[in-house]
């Protein structure tokens, strides 16, 4: 991408001021420094400029002057993805989208939502928690990152195993597009015509567009609640409970792991009632109608003791609930307690292959000579292995990339895939073909080519980079000449 | 592999690299959430005192606004799982800010008019105050509001003006006795920091802090030759001032022999809680900056370690409580003065949205940063309003002039108390 003059640059910032209003554009060195990660750090690029838009029309000029100018662009919300998903790969401009975070209109009969993407996920849940509803996905960063961010990465959470990911709970999107335009997609209902374009654009990681408005479904509030935290010796007895979990018929709303190692770092942190010398805990919780939880929590810790568990207990109120949900909920952050910096994996695997991924993670990490600390939604097989790590010593962060990429390759061995909820962005960008053939790659390709055909909007994520997808032989895809100038289409 | 410790100012920031990127704290940060700029959040202003140290960066002019506009109300710290010792970041890199950027000529004189002079002579405090009350009384001051003068004053004057309180009268200024013996079976000796400002515009609050300690069995001393414990320097970069300031306060609260040093203020709390890290480097004295440390305890905290002494009269009235930054988050107690109020007979306490949000005060920031501090007012004052109380209960001089004046604005006849004054009234004050 071609740099753009001190000249040139100037002159787009005075436009971009009068669109956005003063304040509303950085471009000093210094400030656009501070955007150059998100919440993973091994990865970094600076912008040329980061605007603040207050509106879809805002969001629409910006996206055209880009276009017209031919520089990149990218959405960022609060910045806390871990795969670099919003950072501005090719320079260009950044769109933060913190300034639109207003709750528009909530309509409680028939159960939605319309709120702005910088909305926090959690504000959310606050605004209408007081009539009884709440927003079910609850990515564990749900306390600052930003349901735009959540629609892009269709992010997860502890409670994903019941109530689905974000891409469940979404019905309508105004939407952005590449080229300015500002467009719906689905609406107030459930169901609407023609394709399910909604399924499309939540996930693609900010490559399809930029929301800028979001119809949410939120839920009632659940009559009981009941949490469990059982304890073990080892490891394995605690994954083999998952599974006897599942196994039995019971359907939990959550079932997290956390092992000894990030436990010491939330007791550290908040002190929420883990004990320390466990190998491993499971956090698992029941909700629903107040009939017949009672059994079933009885059930659940029958399994989990059953499996080896040496304590089990129920959260006796809500106070003690919080409070083991805030240390499983701030786990990442906590390992700033034990490591100055970490990378998180996010691989997804069969559940019955638990016993074997998690003792493969730790043999590679071993043989990096690096640690891990694992906290993870297991009852989704869905894999957090954080690998620790200190930037100021040469070498560690190849080693860690290095460790990081054996890891999701046995996750795609043994049949699962290499990213669960945190996005591919750039960080996986270059694992695709794990689990993707080139045949598959150039399909998604066009698809998203169909929405940006440009590719300005934010680019040299998702897909293998060049260097790369050669040994997979994957290729972009370009229209031909004809397909250009609109005599053929490619189907 | 051994690194070069990061410092700025000759104090160590080595903290920042405890910083995980996480962007856990975002959302509790006023500044972040009214500007939604990630150079004012915590995150984004540990990179910036990272890269300072690191030598990445260099203090711009963006970057001394961003730092400066840093309340420096520590809720990051409560938020942040990863313990990252953020007041400490903060006030190295103000030491820095003041050491590069010493100033505009106004500026200088105005700090100089704060720290170097009042703050540290509760005498020429006083007669200070004697002008600011001649002022009120003259009618001079309600003639300034009325002629609009006041908004043609520099920004920071102005809200200097607005924020005048209405002062007490010369008898309730006059200093507490240096002793109060127990009343009833007596559980201890304590020693009680008078403040600098306070003991002048808010005499009243000592003096209520007194009785309330009396009536619960506490003997009180009043050290007559304590000064200023160094906090508003430290926060605003003068860093050498502050640790002379320190130890002065620990020679002569060492001298009255107590069991506990008391304190009513939410920032000096905080601070002398921390000497023990202030003094650390300073061989003489580090050990016992330590031991005093660990004797500083928040008035809310030494009360409610036992059920208050009765007998107590209803005070029938609806109250909520606003948590002051350096008791919530520098201190982090958040359920004693909530456990007090409850013993109140008839009192009913409603939790106050977003309660642990700075008011805007934030020591002298509503003076030095007035646009910010106006804006967190405003959402405070909107917040109380939504409560419906017939009064704020909270714990800072600081924190009860801002929100006064902010209900003053709104035309709302709320009246904001200190949480001792509360008490006293249940005493039959
Ligand atoms: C401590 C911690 C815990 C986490 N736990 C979880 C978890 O349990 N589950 C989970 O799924 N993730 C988790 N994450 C990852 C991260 O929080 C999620 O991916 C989240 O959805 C990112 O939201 P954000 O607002 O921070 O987005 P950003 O990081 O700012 O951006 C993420 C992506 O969204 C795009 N984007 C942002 N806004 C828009 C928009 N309006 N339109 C189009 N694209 C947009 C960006 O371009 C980028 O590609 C965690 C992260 C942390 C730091
Ligand atoms: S200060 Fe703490 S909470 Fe904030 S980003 Fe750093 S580690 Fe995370
Ligand atoms: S001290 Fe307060 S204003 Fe400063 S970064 Fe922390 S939360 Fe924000």
């Known amino acids: ?491 | 592999m051994a690194h070069t410790p990061l410092t700025l100012r000759g104090l160590s920031v080595e903290g920042v690299n405890q910083c995980v990127h996480c962007g856990l704290c975002l959302a509790y940060c006023p500044t972040f959430s009214e500007l939604g700029t990630e150079m004012d959040s915590p995150r984004g202003r540990i990179f910036m005192i990272k890269a300072l140290a690191e030598g990445r960066m260099s203090l711009t002019d963006p970057a001394v606004e961003h730092l400066s506009l840093c309340l420096d109300c520590r809720a990051c710290e409560t938020a942040c799982p990863s313990g990252v010792p953020y007041g400490r970041l903060i006030e190295a890199a103000k030491a820095e800010i003041e050491r590069q950027r010493p100033g505009g000529a106004v500026r200088r004189a105005f700090r100089w008019l704060n720290f170097g002079v009042l703050l540290g002579h509760p005498k020429m405090l006083r007669a200070a105050a004697a002008g600011l009350r001649l002022y009120q009384a003259s009618g001079l001051q309600a003639l300034v509001r009325r002629s609009g003068l006041v908004s043609r004053l520099p920004g920071t004057l102005s809200a200097w003006e607005a924020l005048l309180p209405s002062l007490p009268r010369a008898v309730d200024r006059a200093p507490l006795p240096a002793h109060i013996p127990a009343e009833g079976e007596r559980r201890g000796r304590v020693a009680l920091l008078t403040g600098c400002v306070q003991s002048v515009v808010f005499g009243a609050h000592n003096r209520a802090t007194a009785r309330i300690l009396a009536k619960n069995g506490y003997e009180l001393v009043v050290p007559q030759a304590q000064g200023c414990c160094g906090a508003l320097n430290a926060h605003g970069g003068d860093h050498a001032r502050a640790l002379s300031m320190a130890k002065e306060t620990i020679g002569v609260f060492e001298a009255a022999r107590a069991d506990a040093v008391v304190v009513n203020t939410s920032g000096c709390g905080a601070h002398m809680k921390a000497y023990g890290a202030l003094l650390a480097d300073d061989p003489a004295w580090a050990g016992r900056a330590r031991r005093f440390a660990a004797g500083v305890q928040d008035i809310s905290e030494l009360l409610a370690k036992a059920p208050l002494r009765g007998p107590l009269r209803p005070a029938p009235m609806t109250v909520t409580y606003h948590d002051p930054c350096h008791v919530v988050h520098g201190q982090k107690i958040r359920k004693e003065p909530r456990q007090l109020l409850a013993q109140v007979p008839g009192l009913t306490l409603v939790e106050l949205p977003e309660a642990d949000w700075c008011c805007g005060s934030a020591g002298i920031y509503n003076l030095t940063q007035p646009e910010m501090a106006a804006r967190l007012l405003a959402r405070k004052v909107g917040h109380v309003e939504s409560t419906g109380a017939q009064a704020v209960v909270t714990a800072n001089p600081g924190c009860i002039l801002q929100i006064q004046q902010g209900l003053r604005e709104r035309g709302r006849d709320v009246a904001v108390l200190h949480l001792v004054e509360i008490l006293e009234k249940a005493y039959g004050g």
């Not at chain 1, 079910?136 to 306390?143: E, G, K, L």
């Not at chain 1, 990030?262 to 004990?275: H, M, N, Q």
Request: charged residues 20%.
């Open chain 1, 1 to 491: 991408m071609a740099t753009l003059t001190a000249d040139r640059k100037r002159a787009l910032r005075t436009e971009l001021e009068g669109m956005l209003g003063r304040g509303a554009v950085l471009s000093d060195p210094d400030e656009l420094l501070v955007y150059e990660s998100d919440g993973l750090t091994l990865f970094r690029a600076l912008a040329d400029f980061v605007v603040f838009p207050q509106s879809a029309e805002h969001v629409s000029a910006v996206v055209k002057l880009a276009h017209r100018e031919g520089l990149p662009f990218v959405a960022r919300g609060a910045g806390t993805g871990l795969s670099g998903g919003c950072l501005p790969a090719e320079g260009g401009i950044v769109l933060s989208l913190m300034r639109m975070n207003r709750v528009l209109e909530v309509d409680y009969d028939n159960q939605l939502a319309v709120v702005e993407p910088g909305l926090v996920n959690l504000h959310l849940s606050w605004k209408v928690g007081p009539k009884g509803y709440y927003y079910a996905p609850d990515p564990s960063s749900q306390q600052a990152c930003t349901i735009g961010g959540n629609i892009a990465n269709n992010s997860g959470g502890p409670h994903t195993l019941k109530y689905g990911v974000t891409t469940n709970h979404v019905l309508g999107l105004e939407v952005v597009m590449p080229d300015g335009e500002i467009v719906w997609l689905g609406g107030k209902t459930r169901e609407s015509q023609g394709y399910d374009l909604i399924g499309v654009f939540v996930g693609s990681e900010g490559t399809f567009g930029i929301a800028t408005k979001i119809v949410v479904r939120i839920l009632k509030k659940p009559q009981a609640v009941k949490t469990v935290l059982a304890v073990f010796d080892e490891v394995d007895q605690a994954s083999a409970a998952v599974s006897e979990i599942i196994a039995r018929g019971l359907v939990p709303a959550a079932v997290e792991m956390i092992d000894q190692l990030t436990i010491g770092a939330v007791e550290d942190a908040f002190g929420c009632g883990y004990p320390r010398d466990a190998a491993a805990a499971l956090l698992v919780e029941l909700d629903g109608l107040a009939i017949g939880i009672e059994t079933q929590a009885e059930r659940i810790v029958a399994a989990c003791r059953d499996s080896g568990a040496r304590e089990v207990r129920t959260a006796k109120d809500e106070a003690e609930r919080q409070l083991l949900w805030k240390g499983r909920k701030s786990a990442f952050g906590a390992y700033g307690r034990v490591s100055p910096a970490y990378m998180v994996m996010d691989g997804v695997i069969p559940r019955t292959r638990l016993p074997y991924v998690l003792r493969r993670v730790n043999e590679i990490v071993d043989a990096h000579g690096l640690r891990v600390g694992n906290v993870f939604h297991a009852g989704d097989g869905n894999l957090h292995p954080n690998i620790l790590y200190d930037p100021r010593k040469p070498g560690e962060e190849a080693r860690v990339v290095a460790a990081g990429a054996e890891i999701m390759k046995v996750c795609a061995e043994v049949g699962g895939s290499i990213s669960g909820e945190h996005g591919i962005g750039l960080e996986k960008a270059d694992f695709m073909p794990f689990i993707f053939s080139a045949a598959d790659l150039a399909l998604m390709q066009r698809l998203k080519h169909a929405f940006n055909p440009q590719g300005l909007c934010n680019p040299g994520k998702v897909f293998p980079t060049r260097k790369s997808c050669g040994e997979a032989g994957a290729v972009a895809y370009r229209p031909h000449a004809i397909e250009e100038q609109g005599l053929a289409q490619r189907f």
